[in-house]
């Protein structure tokens, strides 16, 4: 009950089709908690982070269910006002540093745009919470990078900027979506460790949107599995490595890598499992249909 | 050093370009038929009158000869002699070009607030009856040419609903205190808005029917590059911040969107000064478009090479001001 954000019962389908790319999601995020969402690709994880901050594309409609933000319910508001109240508490982590800076803006704004058109905040003291912000991801020479463009920072520099101008806004909630794959592998593991240190500090809640079970092992304390949009297991994280309970899980568990033995693990999907989820996920609709 | 470098290389082709024109012209318009003292003297007048007119404006020698005589006296600043106005050239040009500029200017500014605000709502109202509509609009001005607005222009406000003047730059009966030919520019820094108000009524449908063209391009390609933007990831991520749709347009997808119509804008431009000519003698404007389709018909062969002249500087100018602003305007480039 006293979830920062609670998604109740979230079906969405694509406009013109009756084929639902949500189905009937629950998902909450305790304040200061991270949960891991988890899934294959196409399972429709980014969908969920999307939806919570009212960007889904305009060919996925919302057809049922409630996305509590502090208690209110999202999908109820005007459009304006929804906007300002998840700009006002919540923040994105985006996937491709490379493509989230607007080219023709000085960094600098891009980090106190919010902080002084949104939150109200005097200029001043949007600049002096950014240089803190950057100083804090570690950028070298703040000042300087505030007044580059995006073109002059490298991918990992721009991915530090994204994160300190998601935590400049002091947001209750950060929405993290795939924040690492589209960096090099050795920046992957610093940015990581990064995320994980400002969003202990901070103590902000997390939706952690990854494909990758060994980043949730060090990341998220909560955990959502994923299934063509259905969420199959719902788990604290030290029980799910322990004893996972979906069979899905269990084979997804056993299809990552690890560290011990990389060489033992990149098995596929067991054929049997995959058919037996499908038949839940088709049990599952044939059941929303009737209500 | 390289910003030198390619600033004299602009110059030199800016050169180059004037010298072709002026050679084209100069050859054109003396190979076609048509005799220039022959128009100007009363008819009946004997051989041996245009024989000597025609020395007297050297027009008795060769064409390259014409030529060289010709180049030598622009080069010492002499542009020769109007043969219809008997007038030396480059004053009567220079006197008629601020009313053709201003009347430019005037239907770019018109052009770029019409295509922008109209690209700007078609964005916002993207995919409802407003952006149909909007494109339908688009469609019709771009396939309907200046001089034919100006046609439906002067029946629609000059006839049916007479509010704008048809006819001149200003009220024949007005008192003028200007001392230079930019009068719209003269009349505010005067304060006499009273003059301008005049001018206005009579610029505004020139001005406006070599500006819904252009208008309908701006808006096409400037509706085409925001929506291109619309899905990009900074502009999903401005949404998240709390902006309102409005400002993420404006502030977001706008200054990038920007660039590519800007270039179109200028090539587009030097098309809508050229139309100046057809536009001007519609509504009997006192530009240089209109001094150049009476030294056409006179074979004034001086004035018409001075007027090509100018017009020809006058689009390497706006080609030149537009790579500037572009690279102005482009950060990359800026730092490049
Ligand atoms: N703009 C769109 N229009 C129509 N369908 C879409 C759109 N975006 C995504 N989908 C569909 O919605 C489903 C969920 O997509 P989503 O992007 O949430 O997947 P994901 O779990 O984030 O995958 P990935 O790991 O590849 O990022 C997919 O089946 C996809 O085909
Ligand atoms: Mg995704």
């Given at each position: 009950?006293n979830a920062?954000?609670?998604i109740?019962?979230?079906?969405?389908?694509l406009r013109?089709?009756?084929?639902?790319?949500?189905r009937?999601?629950?998902?909450?995020?305790e304040a200061?908690?991270?949960?891991g969402l988890?899934?294959?690709?196409?399972?429709?994880k980014?969908?969920i982070?999307?939806?919570v901050?009212?960007?889904?594309?305009?060919a996925?409609?919302?057809?049922?269910?409630?996305?509590?933000?502090?208690?209110r319910?999202?999908l109820?508001?005007?459009?304006?006002?929804?906007?300002r109240?998840i700009?006002?508490?919540?923040a994105?982590?985006p996937?491709?540093?490379?493509?989230?800076?607007?080219?023709?803006?000085?960094?600098g704004?891009q980090?106190?745009?919010?902080?002084v058109d949104i939150?109200g905040?005097?200029?001043?003291?949007a600049?002096?919470?950014a240089?803190e912000l950057l100083d804090?991801?570690?950028i070298?020479?703040?000042q300087?990078?505030?007044?580059?463009?995006?073109?002059?920072?490298?991918g990992?520099?721009?991915?530090r900027?994204?994160?300190?101008?998601?935590f400049?806004a002091?947001p209750k909630?950060?929405?993290?979506d795939?924040?690492?794959?589209?960096l090099d592998?050795t920046?992957?593991?610093?940015i990581?460790?990064l995320?994980?240190?400002m969003?202990?500090r901070h103590?902000?809640?997390?939706l952690?949107?990854?494909?990758?079970?060994?980043?949730?092992?060090?990341?998220?304390?909560?955990l959502?599995v994923?299934?063509?949009?259905?969420?199959v297991?719902?788990?604290a994280?030290?029980?799910?490595?322990?004893?996972?309970?979906?069979a899905?899980?269990?084979?997804l568990l056993?299809a990552?890598?690890?560290y011990?033995d990389?060489?033992?693990?990149?098995?596929?999907?067991?054929?049997?499992?995959?058919a037996?989820?499908?038949?839940?996920?088709k049990?599952a609709?044939?059941?929303?249909?009737?209500? | 050093?390289?910003?030198?470098?390619?600033?004299?290389?602009?110059?030199a082709?800016?050169?180059?370009t004037?010298?072709?024109?002026a050679?084209?012209?100069?050859?054109?318009?003396?190979?076609?038929?048509?005799n220039?003292?022959?128009m100007?003297?009363?008819?009946?007048a004997?051989?041996?009158?245009?024989?000597?007119?025609?020395a007297?404006?050297?027009?008795?020698?060769?064409i390259?000869e014409?030529f060289?005589i010709?180049?030598?006296g622009v080069?010492?600043?002499?542009f020769g002699?109007?043969i219809s106005?008997?007038?030396?050239v480059?004053?009567?040009v220079?006197?008629?070009?601020?009313?053709?500029?201003?009347?430019s200017?005037f239907?770019l500014?018109?052009?770029v607030?019409?295509?922008?605000?109209?690209?700007?709502?078609g964005?916002?109202?993207?995919?409802?009856?407003t952006e149909?509509?909007?494109d339908v609009a688009n469609?019709?001005?771009l396939?309907?040419p200046?001089?034919?607005?100006?046609?439906?222009?002067i029946?629609?406000?000059?006839v049916?609903?007479p509010?704008?003047?048809?006819?001149g730059r200003?009220s024949?009966?007005?008192?003028?205190?200007?001392?230079t030919?930019?009068?719209?520019?003269e009349?505010?820094?005067?304060?006499?808005?009273?003059?301008w108000?005049?001018l206005?009524k009579h610029?505004?449908?020139p001005?406006?029917?070599l500006?819904?063209?252009?208008?309908?391009?701006?808006?096409?390609l400037?509706?085409q590059?925001l929506?291109?933007?619309?899905?990009?990831d900074?502009?999903?991520?401005?949404r998240?911040?709390?902006?309102?749709?409005?400002h993420?347009?404006?502030?977001?997808?706008l200054?990038?969107a920007?660039l590519?119509?800007l270039?179109?804008?200028?090539?587009?431009f030097?098309?809508?000064?050229g139309?100046?000519?057809i536009?001007e003698?519609?509504?009997?404007y006192?530009?240089?478009g209109?001094m150049?389709?009476?030294a056409v018909i006179?074979?004034d062969?001086p004035?018409i090479q001075?007027i090509?002249?100018?017009f020809?500087?006058?689009?390497?100018?706006?080609?030149?001001?537009?790579d500037?602003?572009?690279?102005l305007l482009?950060?990359?480039?800026?730092?490049a």
């Amino acid at each position: 009950m006293n979830a920062f954000l609670a998604i109740r019962n979230l079906s969405a389908i694509l406009r013109g089709g009756s084929q639902r790319v949500l189905r009937s999601v629950d998902l909450a995020v305790e304040a200061g908690e991270v949960r891991g969402l988890v899934g294959e690709s196409g399972a429709g994880k980014s969908m969920i982070g999307k939806a919570v901050l009212g960007i889904l594309p305009s060919a996925v409609s919302i057809v049922e269910g409630e996305i509590l933000l502090d208690g209110r319910n999202l999908l109820a508001m005007p459009q304006k006002e929804r906007r300002r109240t998840i700009g006002t508490v919540a923040a994105l982590i985006p996937q491709d540093p490379l493509t989230a800076l607007n080219p023709s803006r000085r960094i600098g704004r891009q980090i106190t745009d919010r902080l002084v058109d949104i939150l109200g905040w005097t200029e001043a003291n949007a600049s002096a919470r950014a240089l803190e912000l950057l100083d804090e991801v570690q950028i070298q020479n703040p000042q300087r990078v505030m007044a580059s463009y995006p073109h002059e920072l490298s991918g990992g520099m721009r991915q530090r900027v994204l994160i300190a101008a998601a935590f400049a806004a002091n947001p209750k909630l950060i929405i993290a979506d795939e924040p690492t794959t589209a960096l090099d592998v050795t920046v992957q593991k610093q940015i990581l460790k990064l995320i994980r240190e400002m969003q202990a500090r901070h103590g902000t809640a997390m939706l952690f949107v990854t494909h990758d079970l060994g980043v949730v092992s060090k990341v998220c304390q909560k955990l959502s599995v994923l299934y063509s949009g259905k969420v199959v297991e719902d788990r604290a994280v030290s029980e799910f490595f322990a004893e996972p309970r979906h069979a899905y899980s269990k084979a997804l568990l056993a299809a990552t890598p690890k560290y011990t033995d990389p060489f033992a693990s990149l098995l596929p999907v067991d054929e049997a499992v995959i058919a037996s989820v499908d038949a839940e996920v088709k049990a599952a609709d044939r059941e929303w249909r009737h209500v | 050093m390289t910003l030198l470098r390619s600033l004299l290389l602009r110059l030199a082709t800016m050169a180059v370009t004037l010298f072709g024109a002026a050679v084209v012209v100069f050859f054109v318009i003396r190979v076609v038929p048509g005799n220039p003292i022959a128009m100007m003297l009363p008819p009946g007048a004997s051989e041996t009158d245009i024989a000597r007119l025609s020395a007297h404006y050297g027009l008795d020698r060769s064409i390259p000869e014409q030529f060289l005589i010709w180049l030598t006296g622009v080069i010492h600043g002499d542009f020769g002699t109007s043969i219809s106005l008997r007038q030396p050239v480059m004053p009567l040009v220079l006197g008629r070009l601020p009313a053709t500029l201003e009347l430019s200017i005037f239907a770019l500014v018109i052009a770029v607030i019409i295509g922008g605000a109209s690209a700007l709502a078609g964005t916002l109202w993207r995919g409802t009856k407003t952006e149909a509509a909007i494109d339908v609009a688009n469609g019709v001005g771009l396939s309907v040419p200046d001089f034919l607005w100006a046609l439906v222009l002067i029946l629609l406000f000059g006839v049916l609903m007479p509010i704008f003047h048809i006819s001149g730059r200003i009220s024949p009966s007005a008192e003028l205190p200007f001392v230079t030919q930019f009068y719209v520019f003269e009349s505010i820094v005067r304060l006499r808005f009273d003059l301008w108000w005049d001018l206005l009524k009579h610029m505004f449908m020139p001005a406006l029917a070599l500006a819904i063209p252009l208008a309908a391009i701006v808006s096409q390609l400037l509706k085409q590059s925001l929506k291109e933007t619309m899905h990009l990831d900074y502009v999903v991520l401005a949404r998240t911040k709390g902006y309102s749709e409005n400002h993420v347009i404006l502030s977001e997808s706008l200054p990038n969107a920007v660039l590519p119509t800007l270039t179109l804008i200028g090539v587009q431009f030097t098309f809508l000064v050229g139309g100046t000519v057809i536009i001007e003698r519609l509504f009997s404007y006192e530009g240089l478009g209109n001094m150049a389709i009476d030294a056409v018909i006179n074979r004034d062969l001086p004035l018409i090479q001075g007027i090509v002249l100018v017009f020809a500087l006058m689009f390497t100018l706006i080609n030149l001001l537009v790579d500037m602003t572009y690279a102005l305007l482009n950060p990359r480039l800026r730092h490049a």
